[in-house]
């Protein structure tokens, strides 16, 4: 006997939703954002040639936002807002870029008062509401750096101590090419999904029409929520967080491993696997050539790490990974093992309760506890993990 698979794979969507940002919040998001947008691109920025261009990027973005766990308990969203200044890099400094948007936000009396001790990157608004479901919404200051007309790339503001310096960054282009590895998925789920929408919030939307695209979920994005949260529980320690595995390597490891599977679970499953094929890296072991040849996770001569961005393989998403022996890179494979023992193999468990009970301590009992109901046994084989056929291809090889 093993937990029926299909079952399995309803629970995990189920989590998904739960720990993602609600319809009504992500209208109170967007909301805030016009605001905060309107008042910025309003302000006068020497040196500007024009009005500042506002985005959004990261997960509220990618469709791949989260509520965070801080502390051992959920804390507010976090929305992640450019604010990219009309102004030649080489006519500007970064520690004027992030003061005249410092400076902008102040002049407005309630931003003035939600305004955050400036960060290395960003300056947070934070909002309070009565619902105790909050955001910070960080405003990244940045000014174009682009090589030709197509480029969109971006030299944001870096405050180490009192030093400031430009970090490269590219989120539209980052977001373009998220979106064409879920292209295909996000059609074939778009219309029902958009009607299921409308049926759960006909208080918050009149009509399917109303829905936004920006709250359509594919398996990959739902795969990926739900190895974010798993990730916050694991790490959820004091000792343990400084070596969390980054949201953008997740992503973008998880974006180049989809393969269009329809459930979560069977995108888990093959991003999990594959993900684990790469854990002998950690030892300099041989890692198989269908692997290998992805060049996704990579060891350079000196023994670094390398995992490109893929829109400037220029920037190392995996940069400290060497440092304190390779503590990051040991602590996502440790990860990458879990995810497998939590996720993936929890299939062949044969006792109903004692799946429940550590699925609630992987992703917290608050988030499953309503959903466990969709959890059971069945007789059959369901997990491909208990499929044995000699000489096979890889699931990567698909």
Same mark, same amino acid.
């Given at each position: 006997? #093993? ?16 720990? %993602? ?5 992500? =209208? ?25 261009? &506002? ?47 410092? *400076? ?10 939600? =305004? ?7 300056? #947070? ?25 197509? %480029? ?26 998220? %979106? ?33 695209? @920006? ?21 959820? @320690? ?7 595995? &980054? ?24 991003? &999990? ?7 002998? =890296?950690?030892? *300099? ?8 040849? =992805? ?20 920037? *190392?998403?995996? %940069?400290?990974?060497?440092?304190? *022996? ?50 059971? &046994? ?21």
């Amino acid at each position: 006997m #093993t937990i029926e698979r299909n079952g399995y794979a309803s629970f995990l969507e189920k989590v998904a939703e739960s720990i %993602d940002i609600s319809p009504s919040k992500y =209208l109170q998001a967007v909301e805030r954002f016009t605001a905060v947008e309107q008042w910025l691109e309003e302000g006068s920025y020497q040196g500007s040639r024009g009005v500042p261009s &506002i985005y959004p990027q990261g997960s509220f973005r990618l469709g791949t936002v989260v509520r965070p766990i801080r502390g051992g308990k959920e804390t507010d969203y976090d929305i992640d807002l450019v604010c990219e200044l009309q102004i030649a890099k080489d006519h500007t400094k970064p520690e004027s870029v992030k003061e005249m948007v410092g *400076n902008r936000l102040c002049e407005h009396e309630g931003y003035r008062k939600m =305004l955050d001790d400036e960060g290395k990157r960003c300056w #947070t608004l934070v909002y309070a509401e009565q619902d105790d479901i909050g955001f910070h919404l960080d405003v990244l200051p940045s000014v174009p750096d682009q090589k030709n007309s197509s %480029d969109t790339s971006i030299a944001i503001t870096h405050r180490h101590g009192t030093i400031y310096s430009w970090s490269a960054s590219n989120p539209i282009g980052y977001g373009n090419w998220f %979106d064409e590895k879920n292209k295909e998925a996000t059609v074939k789920v778009l219309t029902e999904q958009k009607r299921s929408i409308r049926d759960r919030e006909p208080a918050v939307f009149a009509s399917v029409e109303d829905v936004p695209d @920006q709250l359509i979920r594919t398996p990959l994005q739902r795969a990926i929520q739900v190895m974010k949260r798993h990730r916050d529980v694991k790490f959820n @320690q004091e000792k343990k967080v400084d070596h969390a595995p &980054i949201s953008i390597i997740i992503t973008t490891l998880a974006a180049h491993l989809y393969r269009g599977e329809l459930d979560v679970y069977s995108a888990l499953y093959a991003i &999990i696997t594959k993900l684990h094929g790469h854990a002998g =890296l950690v030892e *300099n072991a041989h890692v198989e050539q269908a692997l290998s040849s =992805l060049n996704l996770i990579q060891r350079t001569s000196d023994g670094k790490w390398y995992i490109g961005n893929p829109v400037n393989r220029e920037e *190392n998403f995996a %940069d400290r990974w060497h440092e304190d *022996n390779h503590a990051r890179a040991r602590a996502f494979f440790w990860w990458v093992g879990k995810l497998r023992e939590d996720l993936v193999e929890i299939l062949q468990e044969n006792r109903l309760e004692t799946a429940k009970t550590r699925l609630s301590s992987t992703l917290g009992a608050s988030v499953v506890s309503g959903h466990l109901s969709l959890i059971s &046994i069945s007789e059959a084989m369901a997990s491909p993990t208990r499929v044995h056929i000699p000489s096979a291809a890889r699931p990567w090889r698909q």
